[in-house]
């Protein structure tokens, strides 16, 4: 069973920066697919961005070239860089595990990610 707990949010101006951070009670380094996930107001939650078990990234074409997901296995730790940001992706981010460990180019079925963290706001304005 895997805790997930993100932090980082807030509010920026557009074209700013963010990074978020999701941090794992278990060791996910090389067994998860992690995944960030974001939920704008009004709107259902849409993947971002995954890191699968060998490494491998996926984006979607909404962040493709702005965000950036990478790991630190020594800290147990997810990590999103958000540059260039823009109003549109204002909404409340949250990380997920899978651990299958298999990530699908592309794709971020919901519900394939059986672990969530609480989520963290990020407000561009």
């Known amino acids: 069973h895997v805790q997930l707990v993100e932090s980082g949010g807030g509010s920026v101006q557009a074209g700013g920066s963010l990074r978020l951070s999701c941090t794992a009670s278990v060791s996910t380094y090389a067994r998860y697919c992690l995944a960030w996930f974001r939920q704008a107001p009004g709107k259902q939650r849409e993947g971002i961005a995954s890191?699968?078990?060998?490494?491998?990234?996926s984006y979607a074409d909404s962040v493709k070239g702005r965000f950036t997901v990478s790991q630190d296995a020594a800290r147990n730790t997810l990590y999103l860089e958000m540059d260039s940001l823009k109003p549109d992706d204002t909404g409340m981010y949250y990380c997920?595990?899978?651990?299958?460990?298999?990530?699908?180019?592309?794709?971020?079925?919901?519900?394939?990610?059986?672990?969530w963290g609480q989520g963290t706001q990020v407000t561009v304005s």
């Open positions: 997920a595990a899978d651990d299958t460990g298999y990530c699908i180019d592309g794709f971020f079925p919901e519900s394939d990610f059986g672990f």
């Open positions: 890191i699968d078990s060998t490494g491998g990234t």
